[in-house]
């Protein structure tokens, strides 16, 4: 029996390195984020069911979601990190890779497509020298499509940050980004 | 005679939010007052059921009848949920927010009254990210309600108690569906769930829970202070109620207007939409919704209402109509759709998952010119398919099915110049 114990000696080292990297994981996220995340898990019956708002808290601190972050979420929340990766990447308001400091959401939805909007966005693309789902060089923009923002009586529409921008000309997205340096050119 | 408008009385021509003092003064609470610890929960609902309300987020279910399935008696003492489904995502509908951003007390009044009717103690309001200014203004109305003795615990004085809780979404079409929105609202990724168990039974955390639309629920608090018979002689066919009807595409003045249910779709289109843009002539056009079957030109005449359109081939839907022009593309229309439910599939099952891709792929296909003649076959074999009920988890991909199988129906011969003509036709000097 005694050739066992070196395996479980290695064993209690491995678990006694991973407690100690997991208690530093709480070390990752800020007393703010801790105590937001907290206040939401006092409302639900257990840890795991404040997954998506402890997801939107720290986006709402860091703008994303990194993959140190969500590793700590998941910590705290007493669930797996693939677990909780699965609820982040089904949202698509959840960010797991970092996005400029306005979101442009544009409509490609069926009463902005009638009204012109795939046009609306290479007027964007071109304004801002980005696709769909990239964010310009000097970390400004995030262009991302959007579904029907209920707003189609004044199609097209998009949102700029949290501003929502009705009846969208190509003229108005030439004056709204028109200071941008772009790349476009 | 002034036509009776309940839902957008306080709705201003600025559009500019009721407050708590402008919606008491209009006659605002007087539903909550006449109701709380004045009539039995179940005295609300028999007056819920004898109106004939029907769920204005598409399906048309009878309210009265879905709440009914709530068990009532509640040995256990555990919570019951009610949920205003607020995630308005549906392409082509937009009055959901204008109820919110116009008259948010309207919601919360209607709220209370439905979770008292069904003695729910938490009730959830489940927006969507994007609704900012809806977000802000219910959440004030809920803490003016608090202050006013309107929520939280023993409401008026009575022994009746309720907290409302606004949730903000993090994304995705499918968290409207409504066992979808329980998987949300509980932290979880928001896959459908099967029926049976349905949510009346065990829903949010396996307790009993409503979910009803935001234009439901705003109706509620004026059936019951204003009765039964009342909201059924407001409609001009044989479904009670007015109607958030909506129009949206090519057309002089889109917008969104409560109208008596049953209004003809005539009248919505020409007297309040202004009929077609100058240039632009009607071809057909979805009656509430992206997941609706077209109609066409010789439907116009149709009252719109749930039974009327159903049995025309189609669905009312939301009651949002959205117009194709003869200078838009229908290929290029029902790709738009196809491509959206694609991308919107939760993932969960196979028929969804990899059906809508598929379609849209075709559809693709045809409109940039590289369609084949058995394209149309597969797409029929898909319709038949993924169209039928039952052979997927939810509701979503037959839903998708529904402008597709109609648009191949009244368009296919356009679907068949994009094949024969190896191009699109609207393409070259159109638009799309």
């Known amino acids: ?185 | 005679m002034s036509l009776d408008r309940p839902l957008t009385r306080n709705v201003r021509p600025d559009r500019s939010p009721t407050d708590l003092a402008a919606y008491e003064a209009n006659g605002g609470y007087r539903g909550l007052h006449g109701a709380i610890g004045k009539l039995t929960p179940s005295d609300c609902l028999q007056i819920l059921k004898n109106s004939n309300l029907r769920g204005r987020g598409g399906a048309g279910f009878p309210t009265g009848m879905k709440w009914s399935f709530v068990p009532m008696d509640n040995p256990s003492g555990g919570h019951k949920y009610l949920i205003c489904n607020a995630d308005e995502m549906e392409p082509g509908t937009f009055k959901d927010r204008l109820l919110m951003e116009c008259d948010p007390h309207q919601l919360i009044e209607g709220m209370i009254l439905s979770a008292y009717t069904i003695q729910a103690d938490v009730a959830y309001i489940f927006i969507r990210a994007e609704y900012i200014k809806a977000t802000q203004l219910l959440r004030e109305a809920i803490a003016a309600c608090h202050d006013k003795g309107y929520l939280g615990k023993n409401i008026l004085g009575t022994d009746y108690s309720l907290e409302m809780h606004v949730h903000v979404s993090a994304g995705r079409y499918i968290c409207g569906e409504e066992t979808a929105l329980i998987s949300a609202l509980e932290g979880k990724r928001a896959n459908p769930r099967a029926k049976p168990p349905f949510p009346q039974v065990s829903g949010l955390w396996g307790r009993p829970t409503i979910v009803n639309n935001v234009e439901t629920l705003c109706n509620v608090h004026h059936i019951i202070e204003r009765g039964a018979d009342w909201f059924q002689s407001l409609g001009l066919t044989a479904d009670a109620g007015t109607k958030m009807y909506g129009v949206s595409g090519r057309v002089k003045n889109p917008g969104c207007w409560e109208l008596p249910i049953g209004t003809p779709v005539r009248e919505i289109l020409e007297d309040y939409a202004g009929g077609m843009e100058d240039g632009y002539q009607l071809r057909g056009f979805l009656p509430g919704g992206g997941s609706t079957d077209f109609l066409t030109t010789e439907h116009l005449d149709l009252a719109m209402d749930y039974d009327t359109i159903g049995k025309a081939g189609s669905r009312m839907g939301t009651g949002t109509m959205i117009i194709l022009d003869d200078k838009t593309c229908p290929v290029g229309f029902v790709k738009n759709l196809v491509e959206f439910f694609a991308r919107e599939s939760c993932g969960f099952c196979t028929p969804c998952r990899d059906g809508l891709p598929w379609c849209a792929q075709v559809l693709d296909d045809i409109e940039q010119g590289r369609g084949l003649q058995e394209d149309m076959d597969t797409l029929a074999r898909q319709v038949e398919f993924i169209g039928a009920m039952g052979n997927t988890h939810c509701a979503l991909a037959p839903g998708a099915m529904e402008p597709l199988a109609s648009g191949m129906k009244y368009f296919r011969e356009d679907f068949q110049r994009h094949i024969d003509g190896a191009g699109c036709p609207w393409c070259d000097g159109g638009i799309h």
């Open chain 1, 1 to 185: 029996m005694s050739d066992l114990i070196p395996i479980v000696s290695v064993a209690e080292a491995a678990l006694s390195e991973e407690k100690a990297a997991l208690s530093g994981l709480n070390a990752v996220l800020s007393e703010a984020e801790l105590t937001a995340i907290d206040r939401e898990i006092s409302h639900v019956p257990y840890r795991s069911a404040a997954a998506i708002d402890a997801l939107k808290i720290v986006q709402s601190h860091r703008g994303w979601v990194s993959d140190e972050n969500l590793r700590a979420i998941a910590h705290h929340l007493e669930m797996s990190a693939a677990e909780l990766e699965g609820i982040a990447t089904f949202y698509n308001l959840i960010f797991r890779r970092p996005v400029g400091n306005k979101v442009i959401l544009l409509c490609n939805s069926i009463s902005c497509w009638i009204k012109g909007c795939d046009n609306l966005q290479k007027k964007v693309s071109e304004q801002l020298g980005v696709d769909l789902g990239q964010t310009t060089p000097d970390n400004r923009y995030t262009l991302l499509p959007v579904t029907c923002l209920g707003a189609c009586d004044k199609a097209p529409v998009m949102m700029v940050g949290d501003d929502l921008h009705e009846d969208v000309t190509e003229q108005a997205v030439q004056t709204l980004f028109g200071d941008h340096g772009g790349g476009g050119e």
